[in-house]
T-cell receptor, first 108, second 117 residues
Framework: SQQGEEDPQALSIQEGENATMNCSYK?????LQWYRQNSGRGLVHLIL?????REKHSGRLRVTLDTSKKSSSLLITASRAADTASYFC????????FGTGTRLTVIP | GAVVSQHPSRVICKSGTSVKIECRSL??????MFWYRQFPKQSLMLMAT?????????EQGVEKDKFLINHASLTLSTLTVTSAHPEDSSFYIC?????????????FGPGTRLLVL
């Protein structure tokens, strides 16, 4: 069964704006990982947050994790047209399960 | 980050034939690899966990005799779709896990698009 569910399903913003995507999962996790996928390509690893961490930064990315609510958010600041892609969270213990992703469109 | 390759990137085959897809970790060793399939605009569905030197663990609903997985070395796992049919057409993606202590990270290959005619 799927562990991660992303919200919203689609998001369209202007270049320079911030984009926030949310993810919920169902059971216990060791960590949660966010990925980006361009159409027809594999998944590119963006950031990992451990189950005992609450917030993590990497460049323009900021990830939060709330294990009590079984949810995570990914914030992309100062978005660029090149950020246009689908974003997935992978959650799990031994395996990662994914939701349907958030389709982000950044308009130049 | 770690690099995972897949070969072939695209394959077209006739119904009834078998297709082998290779997944390699290029700059690290992976005792555990994973195979997913993805339909257009949908999620990645975990098919099986591939463990080096032992049998793969299949997810519920995935036929192990249909999708043969071999993980013969720490850098190579193969997925063979046997007697492929049009409904097997999909995007197959592998990943390799590295790290420990809560920081286990999965790195994905670029995927293989299979079209069965």
């Amino acid at each position: 069964s799927q562990q991660g569910e992303e919200d919203p399903q689609a998001l369209s913003i202007q270049e320079g704006e911030n984009a926030t995507m949310n993810c919920s999962y169902k059971t216990s996790i060791n960590n949660l990982q966010w990925y980006r996928q361009n159409s027809g390509r594999g998944l590119v690893h963006l950031i990992l947050i451990r189950s005992n961490e609450r917030e993590k930064h990497s460049g323009r990315l900021r990830v939060t994790l709330d294990t009590s609510k079984k949810s995570s958010s990914l914030l992309i600041t100062a978005s660029r047209a090149a950020d246009t892609a689908s974003y997935f969270c992978g959650a799990g213990a031994n395996n990662l399960f994914f939701g349907t992703g958030t389709r982000l469109t950044v308009i130049p | 980050g770690a690099v995972v390759s897949q070969h072939p990137s695209r394959v077209i085959c006739k119904s009834g034939t078998s297709v082998k897809i290779e997944c390699r970790s290029l700059d690290f060793q992976a005792t555990t690899m994973f195979w997913y399939r993805q339909f257009p605009k949908q999620s990645l569905m975990l098919m099986a966990t591939s463990n080096e030197g032992s049998k793969a663990t299949y997810e519920q609903g995935v036929e192990k005799d249909k999708f043969l997985i071999n993980h013969a070395s720490l850098t190579l796992s193969t997925l063979t779709v046997t007697s492929a049919h049009p409904e097997d057409s999909s995007f197959y993606i592998c990943s390799a896990r590295v790290g420990s202590g809560g920081a286990e990270t999965q790195y994905f290959g670029p995927g293989t698009r299979l079209l069965v005619l």
